[in-house]
């Protein structure tokens, strides 16, 4: 019979399991500093040997780093997946923009698609909740603020999919994107009509999710990240075309 005898589990073995679920289902987020030692010993009902044995081995993993009189961090693992030599080729090529809106609107009209269907209650609050502050923040102009609600609001919906190698691989994206890499999202927020765009188009996407329609949630993801695409090529020609006209004049004045 293919039975084997049932072993006791260590303390320690236990900690580390549910650090290493809380982590892979991106609850645990890296730079974010754990609670002390005390706390945390109380928390998981366990002393604080086992786990201290259990953070040396989530160390010695690479999974948890230590900081010298600040604490127990989460690594930044997941903010590395692309090289530093593949990061300067993205930023100095205009087209790793558009392949990388391409990108985007086939994982996350796919990750719209699967919230609908398999977001919890709360998944769907949580992304109600940040579209409310959505709101509330387009009146005050602030394009810095308008910028990282709109990453926070995608970020919900990848992690209302409940895919877990889809959540740290679309992380990871959208950390390039918040450093400036792939473009500035700040552009996108600058022009009136374009605000007001883009909230109509947030709102399409959050109404779809919170009727629970994947259909009408994907095509309204995939309609949102087509006009970002095309109002980022309006830019870069008009850009383009500013540049031209500055040669002109100079030389013209130069006559």
């Known amino acids: 019979m293919p039975f084997e005898p049932v072993r ?12 290493e679920r809380l982590i892979l289902r991106g609850i645990l987020r890296p730079g974010e500093r754990l609670p002390s030692e005390r706390e ?36 930044e693992v997941f903010g590395n997946a692309f090289s530093d030599a593949l990061v300067r080729l993205f930023s100095s090529h205009e087209e790793a923009v558009f392949d990388y809106i391409s990108f985007r609107r ?9 919230a609908a269907v398999h977001g919890t209650e709360t998944d769907l609050k949580v992304i109600g909740t940040i579209f409310g502050k959505m709101e509330a923040a387009h009146s005050k102009r602030n394009p ?34 918040r450093e400036g890499v792939f473009y500035n999202r700040q552009i ?6 374009t605000r007001d765009s883009l909230l109509d188009q947030h709102r399409d996407i959050n109404e779809a999710l919170q009727a629970r329609d994947p259909v009408r949630a994907r ?3 995939e309609a949102h990240l087509s006009f970002v695409e095309q109002a980022l090529a309006d830019h870069q020609a008009a850009e383009r075309n500013e540049s031209i006209a500055r040669q002109r004049y100079e030389h013209e004045m130069g006559r």
């Open 106 to 114: 086939d994982m996350e009209g796919l990750a719209a698609e699967r």
């Open 40 to 75: 945390m010993s109380e928390r998981l009902g366990v002393s604080r040997p086992s786990l201290r044995e259990a953070l040396a081995e989530l160390q010695a993993a690479g999974l948890l780093t230590s900081r010298a009189s600040s604490g127990v961090y989460v690594a």
């Open 188 to 193: 996108m927020f600058k022009r009136r009509m």
């Open 8 to 19: 006791p589990e260590k303390l320690s073995d236990s900690v580390v399991r549910q650090i």
């Open 144 to 177: 810095q603020e308008e910028a990282g609600l709109d990453a926070d609001f995608h970020l919900s919906i990848i992690e209302a999919s409940h895919n877990v190698i889809m959540l740290h691989m679309m992380r990871s994206m959208y950390q390039l994107l």
């Open 219 to 221: 095509a309204a993801v």
